[in-house]
T-cell receptor, first 112, second 114 residues
């Protein structure tokens, strides 16, 4: 059974710092990996999707990488801002079951 | 305005009652999903449907039921058999289940058992 782990569970940084969020998964037979953002009490907003054949995706200040063979993904946030404060969730879609398995998230706080 | 709507936003249930959570999408997506989120945790899959009139159990289907009679609708019923239903429920959809299909989420329904 696929398991997804996110480290760290929480992170507090001063504004302007570059930071890296980590995601690992146990079964490398995946279709894709998605990174989401969740604000308190809200639904999820999709940030980036990396297909299994891809190595990375970029959107603005966000860059996500995927190393399928080692079961790892990182989300890089450049020049962090207080508006980036949220919980970031990583999820993978297995080739067997066409639904996402989620990590527990990293709660990020960016201090002004 | 395209998207996924969930209603109600807040729902209170007495013990022993069945309640139904609504999920509607106007994105013309084939696949729809229901997840449950408990405080400080990630999402767990309850049920999913890849096409109309078909659905599969997820990891925590016990005490829940679904139907998929229309492409745009995927209601979730929380039955009295669900022992601990207090949670945040999220519905999602995607165009398909291939490698490039992104999942999009609704705003969620918070269910509280009184």
């Amino acid at each position: 059974k696929q398991e997804v782990t996110q480290i760290p569970a929480a992170l507090s940084v001063p504004e302007g710092e570059n930071l890296v969020l980590n995601c690992s998964f146990t079964d490398s037979a995946i279709y894709n990996l998605q990174w989401f953002r969740q604000d308190p009490g809200k639904g999820l907003t999709s940030l980036l999707l990396i297909q299994s054949s891809q190595r990375e995706q970029t959107s603005g200040r966000l860059n996500a990488s995927l190393d399928k063979s080692s079961g790892r993904s990182t989300l890089y946030i450049a020049a962090s801002q207080p508006g980036d404060s949220a919980t970031y969730l990583c999820a993978v879609m297995d080739t067997g079951r066409r639904a996402l398995t989620f990590g527990s998230g990293t709660r990020l706080q960016v201090q002004p | 305005d395209g998207g996924i709507t969930q209603s109600p936003k807040y729902l209170f249930r007495k013990e022993g009652q069945n309640v139904t959570l609504s999920c509607e999408q106007n994105l013309n997506h084939d696949a729809m999903y229901w997840y449950r989120q408990d405080p400080g945790q990630g999402l767990r899959l309850i049920y999913y449907s890849q096409i109309v009139n078909d659905f599969q159990k997820g990891d925590i289907a016990e005490g829940y039921s679904v139907s998929r009679e229309k492409k745009e609708s995927f209601p979730l019923t929380v039955t009295s058999a669900q022992k601990n239903p207090t949670a945040f429920y999220l519905c999602a959809s995607s165009a398909g289940t291939g490698t490039g299909n992104e999942q999009f989420f609704g705003p969620g329904t918070r269910l509280t058992v009184l």
